[in-house]
């Protein structure tokens, strides 16, 4: 259950195996934890070269695949195939609908990392493109963290929608601090080890959610390693959608 900090503007959240595919945790949306809009969806998959999986259309998103182990392949809608390996990325912005799927390789398990957000409203339409890339280059900074940037101005894949995201392991103990922005929502996912998110203990499954925030802490220890995603929210998606209500004749 998702655990909210109203003075911090802060949510632990807990991954939940996806009942639909036993090989995907749903750090949201699961029972607890809806889309988090502009963030709809925010998945870590472990596979094996037996594991089958369908081809799947979207539109009106970006949609990140971010490779941490293993092998797989990228099919697009015309059946084209990219292999990608640790490191590597698949970035769709689908304005028109895109179909895609990800294939096993024989022999080969695989991990990844899988980020949908809403595309913000447009004057003009954004391209509708899938970019085939690899992570950028990993940096040690001097508080003891090894950053690679994944999306973003740093990186080697630019977002339609201004998602960044950067995947962060420590290599000595210590804190380090990463700046927000107070229009953005961020999600901190633990995807090794133990540490703490802005003085809250988590572990590897879990994630922060953060909202109206410049800035937050990451402190841990060598093999702690987060991935830390954040996207602009445009003024529609500022507070939660309100359900819809019948009206009255």
Same mark, same amino acid.
């Given at each position: ?45 472990? /596979? /094996? ?57 024989? *022999? ?22 899938? =970019? ?7 940096? =040690?900074?001097?508080? *003891? ?29 210590? /804190? ?5 922005? *107070? ?21 590897? *499954? ?7 925030? /410049? ?35």
């Amino acid at each position: 259950m998702a655990e909210p900090d109203s003075t911090r503007n802060l949510r632990i959240v807990h991954a939940e195996i996806d009942a639909s595919d036993k090989t995907t945790s749903l750090l949201f949306p699961h029972r607890d934890q809806g889309p988090w809009l502009p963030f709809e969806r925010f998945a870590e998959t472990i /596979t /094996t070269s037996r594991t089958k999986m369908e081809r799947h259309p979207h539109r009106g998103e970006e949609v990140l695949i971010y490779v941490l182990d293993g092998e797989i392949e990228h099919v697009d809608g015309s059946g084209h195939r990219e292999k990608l390996g640790p490191g590597s990325l698949a970035l769709l912005t689908a304005h028109e609908e895109i179909a895609h799927e990800l294939a096993t390789v024989k *022999g080969k398990r695989a991990r990844w990392l899988s980020i949908v957000v809403r595309l913000p409203w447009h004057t003009e339409p954004p391209p509708t493109e899938v =970019q085939i890339k690899g992570a950028g280059d990993a940096a =040690q900074a001097a508080d *003891g963290t090894i950053q690679t940037p994944v999306v973003g101005p740093l990186a080697r894949a630019d977002s339609f929608a201004g998602l960044q995201v950067m995947d962060v392991e420590f290599a000595k103990d210590g /804190t380090a601090f990463f700046r927000i922005g *107070g229009d953005h929502r961020a999600v901190a996912y633990v995807l090794a080890g133990s540490g703490k998110l802005e003085g809250s203990l988590v572990q590897t *499954g879990s994630g922060v959610l953060l909202e109206n925030r /410049t800035g937050f802490a990451i402190g841990g220890s060598p093999g702690f390693r987060v991935a830390l995603a954040s996207v602009p929210v445009p003024p529609e998606h500022s507070e939660e959608p309100e359900p819809k209500r019948k009206r009255v004749k």
